[in-house]
């Protein structure tokens, strides 16, 4: 069974540009999340979705973030204009139902110079 | 709301010692706490997770952590380390029972031949 797949691994943007993180959660999950890390922080809770809906979306720093999970599936996070304090880790997490259990991709490591 | 303390971001450990990391938690209302791992390259996996019932919890990899309301801390421990132990160790806590998560700063585990 495939695990959670976030790509790219990496991205190197300036300043200004935009960049877009795409999370593919393990097939049959409703709930799709974000986290982030800032280096040399906690990893910090973005938002939830439930299928395509946002359930939760109280941890987006500001409107320069947009999430979308059209259909329900695959889910997107863009970052438009991009600023330096954005740098850092972005996970994408998905569960099953009701589960307490997190399977988690291996991130995006977001460079912003 | 729900936050969570682990003191010391590197932790050293011999071969075969114990492995004791600590995690503190504040929270509201009675709390769900989580032990997360990260191997290289690779996503968060679920440790274990304390729920409510049986205060000693026991996870994978011979990992188990002792909730303890009076004193607000959730303890991991392995009796012997393994090299395969070299990782970075996660506390988390959510007060709702769901998967918004309130981490740690993480304790990167190495262990010494």
């Known amino acids: 069974e495939a695990g959670v797949t976030q790509f790219p691994s990496h991205s190197v943007i300036e300043k200004g540009q935009t960049v877009t993180l795409r999370c593919d959660p393990i097939s049959g999950h409703d709930n799709l999340y974000w986290y982030r890390r800032v280096m040399g922080k906690e990893i910090k809770f973005l938002l939830h979705f439930v299928k395509e809906s946002k359930q939760d979306e109280s941890g987006m720093p500001n409107n320069r973030f947009l999430a979308e999970r059209t259909g329900g599936t695959y889910s997107t996070l863009k970052v438009q204009p991009a600023e330096l304090e954005d740098s850092g880790v972005y996970f994408c997490?998905?569960?099953?139902?009701?589960?307490?259990?997190?399977?988690f991709g291996s991130g995006t490591q977001l460079s912003v110079l | 709301a729900q936050s969570v303390t682990q003191l010391g971001s590197h932790v050293s450990v011999s071969e075969g010692a114990l492995v004791l990391l600590r995690c503190n938690y504040s929270?509201?209302?009675?709390?769900?706490l989580f032990w997360y791992v990260q191997y290289p390259n690779q996503g968060l996996q679920l440790l274990l997770k304390y729920t409510s019932a049986a205060t000693l919890v026991k996870g994978i990899n011979g990992f188990e952590a002792e909730f303890k309301k009076s004193e607000t801390s959730f303890h991991l421990t392995k009796p012997s380390a393994h090299m395969r132990d070299a990782a970075e160790y996660f506390c988390?806590?959510?007060?709702?029972?769901?998967?918004?998560?309130?981490f740690g700063k993480g304790n990167q585990v190495v262990v010494i031949p």
């Open positions: 997490a998905s569960s099953q139902g009701a589960s307490l259990k997190l399977f």
């Open positions: 988390a806590v959510s007060g709702e029972g769901n998967n918004r998560l309130a």
């Open positions: 929270s509201s209302v009675p709390p769900y």
